[in-house]
């Protein structure tokens, strides 16, 4: 049997045509926060992270034990996070009884690899975002281009 590349590349515009190109994974690897506020008695906070993506809950983080500028290497995947989608972030401190909500920011995901910046009303956090293609549209991008 020959190899024919104009049949290989016919049968991944066959296959790509039932995706959309524009379709990505959303993936927060790390996340970052400095100067966290202190509670009313001067306790650093027990911070951890929730996130979510258009809606979507992606999960959270570990909470740090009294820790004002925490960090935590992560992997939140939003498979229908998409670029101009919402990614909100809320910190919180984790308490025995209740938990507290210590800011919030959204942001508009955009495509590529970035890091956004938040500000709270005390101390700020940073996350990394990664937008990754799925294979088969690199793969078919890849050979358009060749």
């Keep these: 049997m020959v190899f024919s590349p104009h049949l290989m590349f016919l049968t991944l515009l066959v296959l790509a045509s039932h995706m959309m190109l524009g379709d990505a994974v959303v993936t927060v690897t790390r996340i970052s926060a400095s100067g966290l506020a202190v509670d009313e008695s001067g306790t650093k906070p027990d911070p951890y992270i929730k996130a979510w993506c258009n809606g979507v809950y992606g999960g959270k983080t570990s909470s740090g034990s009294n820790n004002s500028s925490p960090s935590w290497i992560v992997k ?71």
């Design 76 to 146: 939140f995947d939003f498979s229908d996070c998409k670029a101009g989608h919402t990614l909100k972030l809320e910190v919180w401190d984790k308490n025995l009884f209740f938990d507290k909500l210590l800011g919030s920011c959204s942001h508009k995901v955009l495509s590529g690899s970035n890091t956004s910046r938040c500000t709270l009303i005390k101390g700020f956090f940073l996350t990394s975002l990664i937008i990754l293609r799925c294979a088969l549209a690199v793969i078919f991008t890849g050979l358009y281009h060749a």
